[in-house]
Structures are given as structure tokens and as C-alpha cells.
């Protein structure tokens, strides 16, 4: 496994798959005998939603939306959506790579809130602790992680690490708690 100088391991692909497979079960659980419309946040779901939809149970769609709210490592806090999605009367689990402010998730609940799913729950698959600016439920929560910039699994840095099949802390990147 290639690691970069710069970056400090954080989750093998086996924790990752591990805990990939724990989510879709109890997801395959909560919606048995439904059909179930994944959305997933791009780009950095698109890795963890790829593996969520392979280890799920049921009938699936997958959609995906773009969502952008960073420059660099930062969060801009204006956060910019785009898609043509139509979910009325469906089943909907929001698939995100990661939850910082959660500025993003909350812009998008809302914004498929407005088009009146049958059901409306998130999924993360890493959380990150005390850097909420607002608050947003998660319903499935892959790990809870320290405030650190991290890397891989879908991912980036300036668009840089997303295809690393492990997640990665940042070395040298700016957090609150440095
Ligand atoms: P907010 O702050 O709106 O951020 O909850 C959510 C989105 O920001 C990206 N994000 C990160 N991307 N490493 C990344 O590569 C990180 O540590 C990180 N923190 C937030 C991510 O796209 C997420 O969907
Ligand atoms: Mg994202």
C-alpha cells in the first residue's frame, strides 16, 4: 500500500469494507421491502456510495447531486447544488462522504425536502466531531472522527487522493485543533 509522506494513516481498506458491510445491513434492515433511491453527494461519495450500493439488500436506484461548499481545505460556507432529481413519494437515503460544518447536508435536505420524498434519511460515512455550524440528523454513521482535513476513499485535497483505497489524515493541513 502506497502512503505518501505527507499523509498518516487513518482507516485500512479492511476497516473500511468492515464497516461498509455493517451500514448495509442495518440499512438493508430498515428498508426491507422497499425501494430504496440512493443520492450521493459528489464528488466525494462516490467511492463509499459505489461500495453501499454493491453490499445493500433490495431493490436500489443511485442519483447523484453536486454539491460544493470547499476551496482547498476550508469550507467557503456558500454552498452551490446541482441536479435534476425528481423524488417525490420515494424512499431517500442522502449518501455523503463526510460531515464537517454540515452546512452542506442541511442545504441539501432542505432542497429535496421541498420535492416531498416518502422518506428522507442521511448516511456518512465519517463524521467529524465539534465542527458543526448547524445541526443535521444522521440516521447511519460509517466513524466519528477528530477535527483533521483526511483524504482518500472518494476524498481530495485540491482534487488530489481520491482514488487511495484507505483514509488518510492530512499531516500538514490547517484544523481548529492545531
Ligand atoms: P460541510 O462542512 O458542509 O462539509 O459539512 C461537507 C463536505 O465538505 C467536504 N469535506 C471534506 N472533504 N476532507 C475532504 O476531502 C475533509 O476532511 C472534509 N471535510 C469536509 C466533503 O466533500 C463533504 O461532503
Ligand atoms: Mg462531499
Given at each position: 500500500?502506497?502512503?505518501?509522506?505527507?499523509?498518516?494513516?487513518l482507516y485500512t481498506p479492511d476497516q473500511i469494507q468492515q464497516k461498509?458491510?455493517?451500514?448495509?445491513?442495518?440499512?438493508?434492515?430498515?428498508?426491507v421491502n422497499k425501494e430504496l433511491h440512493l443520492?450521493?453527494?459528489?464528488?466525494?461519495?462516490?467511492?463509499?456510495?459505489?461500495?453501499?450500493?454493491?453490499?445493500?439488500?433490495?431493490?436500489i436506484y443511485v442519483h447523484f447531486l453536486h454539491a460544493s461548499s470547499y476551496a482547498s481545505t476550508q469550507s467557503t460556507g456558500k454552498v452551490e447544488i446541482r441536479h435534476g432529481l425528481r423524488l417525490k413519494n420515494k424512499h431517500?437515503?442522502?449518501?455523503?462522504?463526510?460531515?464537517?460544518?454540515?452546512?452542506?447536508?442541511?442545504?441539501?435536505?432542505?432542497d429535496i425536502q421541498m420535492q416531498h420524498p416518502a422518506s428522507m434519511k442521511v448516511c456518512t460515512f465519517l463524521s467529524k466531531r465539534g465542527?458543526?455550524?448547524?445541526?443535521?440528523?444522521?440516521?447511519y454513521v460509517g466513524y466519528t472522527i477528530?477535527?483533521?482535513?483526511?483524504?482518500?476513499?472518494?476524498?481530495?485535497?485540491?482534487?488530489?487522493?481520491?482514488?487511495?483505497?484507505?483514509?488518510?489524515?492530512?499531516?500538514?493541513?490547517p484544523s481548529d485543533n492545531d
Open positions: 500500500m502506497y502512503l505518501p509522506e505527507n499523509l498518516e494513516l461498509v458491510i455493517e451500514l448495509a445491513e442495518q440499512i438493508s434492515i430498515d428498508y443520492v450521493g453527494v459528489l464528488k466525494g461519495s462516490f467511492i463509499f456510495l459505489a461500495d453501499l450500493a454493491r453490499a445493500l439488500r433490495g431493490q431517500v437515503l442522502l449518501v455523503e462522504d463526510i460531515l464537517d460544518t454540515g452546512l452542506t447536508s442541511s442545504q441539501i435536505i432542505k465542527t458543526r455550524q448547524v445541526s443535521v440528523e444522521t440516521d477528530d477535527n483533521h482535513f483526511v483524504v482518500g476513499y472518494g476524498m481530495d485535497m485540491n482534487e488530489k487522493y481520491r482514488e487511495l483505497s484507505y483514509i488518510a489524515y492530512l499531516k500538514d493541513a
